[in-house]
């Protein structure tokens, strides 16, 4: 080691400051957002052992609580994003992550179905606001192309903790305890509220009033947004999003029940998944600002998922080698997409949304991802497992006009469709 050459430790702490995001406050939501993930992982490990086992429900009465906290995030998203407008992002998300702790202390106690419907609408209602309000607050303490590095920093500090989440819980799932199921709920009810300490000390940040009471239903909240332009985007980021329900519904059961791959390949398409948002999304995310940079980031998004369906359509016809590797090349371009979706999605949305009406846009805005967790599922199933490599083949498609129409439908009214091309 010459003189000049910084010891290894230091070093390596420098390219680990060098990850994260710019400014006191961008890396206090960082740290946030992990504790959050943490705590969600926990969580989604034993959640369906949790409901079986401990509360005593049916798979039936499980599948209609989690369908009623999907349509009470449609319906609470607008709502608390206008409420974030005038009492600001910060206070807005803290709320959030308190009222979410409170309803997982609650779980253990909904043990009969209406009262899981009960707990599963008040965690729905807050639950996909977190998300929108999460990516305001950096509007505010973030500008320019470091708001979608800090959303990229983010959202791989996010899949880390999922997974480490899961990996804490792996021995309590394995113990075969509803007391251990228990307590992993309670685990992540702490982590809310530990991540709602952490934020509340973040210096505060002005709400902007926006005149309106936000005491209003979720529709006049959409009828804010009087940009057809954004609503439209925010309906093709939506179908674009349809490639979170392939990495958690559509690959395993066409993997299963399609194919013959081994059935250890599902676990395995989910490692290589997480392991390449944690590694590329951050890189992947520098430089894109404004609405341009960021379609054309969808319109990648498009042909790398449409890709990864024409893949998974051949896997039937193949041997269990070739299967495997087909499923592989498919997990590849599919986590490509999904990252060039999400750093898309954030520079379209940032680009698009007024300062002073930020949270109640970027709620709506998730509207499209809400939409397509609680409709992607059995469209899958249905339209295209069923349907066979026809359907596959027709959903890549789907994303690849998606794309394409995101980059025209964001192109200035004034430029030729020749210079686009």
Not at 76 to 85: E, F, K, N, S, V
Not at 117 to 146: H, K, N
Not at 256 to 272: F, K, M, N, Q
């Amino acid at each position: 080691m010459t003189a000049t050459e910084p010891p290894p430790a230091r070093g390596l702490r420098a390219r680990a400051r060098a990850l994260l995001p710019e400014g006191r406050g961008a890396r206090w939501l960082v740290g946030a957002s992990f504790i959050d993930s943490l705590g969600t992982g926990l969580f989604i490990a034993g959640s369906a052992l949790f409901f079986t086992k401990v509360l005593g429900l049916t798979i039936g009465e499980v599948g209609i609580g989690l369908t009623i906290s999907g349509i009470a995030g449609l319906l609470g998203t607008p709502i608390i994003g206008r409420l974030a407008d005038r009492i600001g992002p910060k206070r807005g998300l803290v709320a959030l992550y308190g009222w979410r702790g409170a309803c997982f202390v609650l779980y253990p106690f909904a043990d009969t179905p209406v009262l899981f419907y009960a707990v599963a609408f008040l965690v729905g209602f807050a639950e996909w606001s977190s998300g929108p309000l999460t990516q305001s607050l950096v509007g505010t303490i973030s500008t320019g192309d470091r708001r979608v590095r800090t959303m990229a920093v983010i959202g791989s500090v996010r899949n880390a903790g999922f997974t480490g989440g899961a990996l804490l819980a792996t021995g309590a799932v394995a113990a075969g305890d509803p007391r251990f199921y228990t307590f992993l709920v309670l685990a992540d009810a702490l982590t809310f509220f530990a991540a709602a300490v952490m934020l509340a000390r973040l210096p505060l940040v002005a709400a902007t009033p926006v005149g309106e009471s936000a005491k209003t239903p979720a529709t006049a909240a959409v009828a804010m947004v009087r940009d057809v332009r954004f609503l439209v985007l925010t309906g093709l980021n939506g179908i674009l999003y349809l490639h979170s329900i392939l990495l958690t519904v559509g690959l395993p059961l066409w993997i299963s029940t399609r194919t013959s791959t081994p059935l250890a390949v599902v676990g395995v398409v989910v490692v290589v998944n997480t392991v390449m948002v944690i590694v590329l999304q951050v890189p992947l995310s520098r430089g894109v600002e404004g609405l341009r940079p960021s379609a054309r980031r969808q319109l990648w998004a498009g042909w790398l998922l449409g890709a990864c369906c024409v893949l998974v359509a051949f896997t039937p016809n193949v041997s269990a080698t070739w299967a495997v590797v087909l499923v592989l090349a498919a997990v590849v371009a599919m986590t490509l997409g999904e990252i060039w979706q999400s750093i898309g999605a954030w520079g379209i949305s940032y680009a698009l949304s007024p300062e002073h009406r930020r949270s109640t846009y970027l709620s709506v805005y998730h509207l499209g991802l809400t939409g397509s967790s609680v409709v992607g599922p059995a469209l899958i199933t249905f339209a295209v497992i069923d349907v066979g490599p026809v359907g596959w083949l027709g959903l890549g498609a789907a994303f690849v006009l998606t794309g394409f129409a995101v980059s025209l439908i964001s192109r200035p009214a004034d430029e030729p469709a020749m210079a686009h091309n």
